[in-house]
DNA sequence: ATCGATTTGTTCGTATGTATA
DNA sequence: GTATACATACGAACAAATCGA
């Protein structure tokens, strides 16, 4: 019995991809024939190719197969004003998103600490998906002041970015105050959303928005896809572009 | 028979790592005492262990067996003034790190141009590992331009921090420039340096490091244990801290 | 220092369920 | 509905790492 196999096939697929031989998109053949190609037991091509599904390099799909999967970094810039559209529009990225969801809950917590509440008061809690280039990127949680925020899911909704919803409470600027990065395995559910595969990690990001008197704005926290995004800090730019 | 058992599984066992039913450090039963225990097969077993492994629950150990791992969360604030020692130690966390080699290399592509040098120009590559109260936590390179520093690696063994090496020659503050941070699975050669799971993802930073009047002063790149860090990114704190 | 027992790692074979086209 | 392809599962054997006698 040969010593770790599935190492060697694994090098050979992905040189394969790197040299474009199997061109993004494509198919690999299906697992029984790649077991007869590599004279290998199908559980030692399945262990090769989770390896390379958990990279990025290949995406498994159930009664559909296995393909290469292009993978686009993007560059979030992370400094005093944040802005998702913004940001990546300069970049030449089309950013769109859309809520799944809101609900009045009362805040716990790290969400009452950071908004500067009383435990247990009203938040209105709205979610998110964003993508990047019609791919998904993000999803995430924004936590708002029930009393100051109302109808703050509605006009999300109806507005297309969170700048232009303070607009219309008559809030025109507004800084990112501290922010928190941490990365984890994805939960199923969140590689799913995330059309990313279950191996993939997640980047969390946990961010708190001020008023430029720094009254707290907004407490979020975004699960973005560790396969297709990067964070710059640019301490010193005024944009942080 | 498909009902996804590991799943179950899996569940079952870090119920019982939630409730304190096995303790940090315990030992589990070995896999087929635990197949007969849960009436599965031990591939099932291993599946349900290898989730586990990967959100770092658990460490698998070849020849010793699985043990339930403690996770503690260390926070590294990233700001104008990022300072290794300084940072943790203020949350009484016991920083130590080891040189593991030392090259004088010609600068290509990103070091070339993060440093302001011409391509093929002779930089010091000095590769540290970082401890917090003896855990492995990071490791990473520091790309220093061989002209102006040319004994930097010998001094960084004798001197502690980066911060003293700076003060040896002359240089009393400096600020963090761009800094970039992204995910990513760990190859198996980074798991074992920081022993953690090969299936728990690393974070990748790079920075630059300025002097005060903006001449570059090194360029590094530290691979982090997600398991191990979260950064914390405070705009307007003057000492990030 | 060596051997043997223990434990995880890899591989094969085979069968059956589930999702997709 | 049928065929295809991946997902889960069981059993068995041997390899590699660890540890103690």
Chains 1, 2 share one sequence.
Do not use: C
């Not at 474009?20 to 090769?48: F, K």
């Not at 994805?186 to 720094?214: C, I, K, N, T, Y």
């Amino acid at each position: 019995m040969t010593r770790e196999r599935w190492r060697e096939i694994r090098a050979l697929i992905e040189r394969d991809i790197m040299d474009g031989v199997l061109e993004p998109g494509a198919r690999l053949p299906t697992e029984p024939e790649l077991a007869t190609q590599y004279e290998a037991g199908r559980h030692t091509i399945r262990r090769a190719i989770a390896e390379l599904a958990k990279e990025g390099h290949l995406s498994v799909e159930q009664g559909r197969g296995t393909f290469v999967q292009p993978r686009p970094m993007i560059d979030y810039p992370i400094g005093r004003r944040t802005r998702l559209r913004r940001n990546l529009g300069a970049q030449g990225i089309d950013v769109t998103s859309e809520p799944f969801g809101a609900d009045r809950i009362p805040a716990e917590g790290r969400v009452a600490r950071m908004l500067n509440l009383s435990e247990g008061s009203p938040v209105i809690a709205s979610r998110r998906l964003s993508h990047a280039d019609g791919v998904p990127v993000s999803f995430g949680t924004l936590y708002h002041d029930a009393e100051r925020f109302p109808d703050i899911a509605e006009r999300r909704i109806g507005l297309g970015s969170v700048s232009a919803v303070y607009r219309s409470y008559g809030i025109e600027d507004y800084l990112r105050g501290q922010t928190q990065i941490h990365a984890r395995p994805a939960r199923s559910e969140e590689a799913r959303r995330l059309r990313q595969h279950p191996d993939m990690p997640v980047l969390v990001v946990r961010a708190l928005d001020r008023e430029l008197d720094g009254t707290p704005l907004a407490y979020g926290q975004v699960i973005w896809s560790a396969a297709r995004v990067r964070f710059s800090i640019n301490i010193d730019d005024e944009d942080a572009g």
